[in-house]
């Protein structure tokens, strides 16, 4: 039992030299981060899938600390839509994301559900998400000093790749009302233990996200100025991100995030007929900004407008399509 708690001492302490965490959130081993978060709330809340009357197929990759060896990089893939049932919107989606961290690369599979109903002239949707983690080590590839005080051929560390996985689940909810939408996700709220080998594990935190923001149009112009925040937490470690964009004429839209301690962000992009791009370059302003050359993220989101209600005139939209 010592010699089990002592591999997870050290392999979290390799997590941590791989540079696989993300600038003092502690649980980012699990769930990466996302500067233009705002696109792509499927990521962190499961309610989000279906939120408006479209199909979504959305893709971003981001690479951090470019510059860093071994720095994070992650890649995620989701698609979702709605439905309707009994005259009550659904929506379903699923969600595929992998992350390369240090020695670690995690895979996670999610598959999402929604369910909407009407709320102070508004609407709320709560969904479900279940799917499975894999994770994998390459234990070939740690590196271990001379001298007396370290034994390669100690019981504890991995000698060679090592990969397991385990179930995952989460909640979310989601609610909108005219130009204002606000979000709560959990994720791995069944906090999965993937057993690596007989001595080494790793145990996936429970995270909590709250997000809040806004579509403001101005009147007499063809401006929108959208403010958000994103709030994740484990209830150890806590990361804020404050977001300002402005989007002309539904097309061409530009921002900047602070996150403190970490990085400040700027994005553009545009939307071209049902095609989103977007970019955005993380500033570092933490120690690490002295060792790389900032981070990147790209994303495309493909959206295709579906009616679900073919006698009303006005199909609902939402922040996915403005």
């Keep these: 039992m010592k010699l089990r708690i002592a591999c997870v001492h050290i392999l979290k302490i390799l997590l941590l030299a791989g540079l696989a965490g993300k600038c003092g959130f502690l649980s980012a081993q699990n769930d990466p981060q996302s500067s233009m978060y705002w696109a792509v709330p499927t990521l962190y809340n499961p309610a989000a899938v279906g939120c408006d009357s479209a199909i979504h197929i959305s893709a971003f990759n981001r690479m951090q600390w470019v510059g860093v060896k071994h720095a994070p990089q992650t890649f995620f893939v989701s698609a979702d839509m709605p439905f309707k049932f009994k005259n009550v919107r659904n929506g ?9 961290a240090g020695l670690f690369n995690t895979t996670q599979l999610g598959l999402q559900y929604s369910y909407s109903l009407k709320l102070w002239d508004g ?29 390669p051929s100690a019981d504890g560390l991995p000698s060679g790749d090592v990969s397991a996985m385990t179930f995952d689940c989460g909640f979310g909810a989601w609610y909108e009302r005219q130009w204002l939408y606000a979000g709560f996700g959990i994720q791995h709220l069944s906090e999965g ?17 709250f997000n809040v923001g806004g579509n403001i149009p101005i009147r007499r112009t063809l401006f929108l100025v959208q ?90 939209k939402s922040i996915r399509i403005l």
């Design 123 to 151: 609407r709320l949707a709560l969904g479900l998400q279940a799917g499975m983690v894999n994770q994998g080590f390459s234990g070939g590839d740690i590196y271990i000093p001379d001298g007396d005080a370290w034994d």
């Design 227 to 316: 403010p958000s925040i994103l709030v994740k937490t484990t209830m150890q470690a806590l990361q804020t991100d404050y977001t300002l964009r402005a989007t002309y004429d539904h097309k061409f839209w530009g921002g900047i995030t602070y996150r403190p301690g970490d990085a400040v962000v700027m994005m553009v992009g545009a939307d071209v007929g049902n095609i989103r791009l977007g970019y955005a370059y993380d500033i570092g302003i933490s120690a690490l900004a002295k060792a790389s050359n900032g981070s990147h993220e790209l994303m495309v989101t493909y959206s295709y407008k579906i009616d679900l209600d073919k006698k009303k005139q006005h199909s609902h």
């Design 193 to 209: 233990t993937i057993n690596l080998d007989e001595y080494a594990y790793s145990e996936l935190t429970r995270t909590y996200f």
């Design 92 to 100: 379903v989606g699923v969600s595929v994301m992998n992350d390369k």
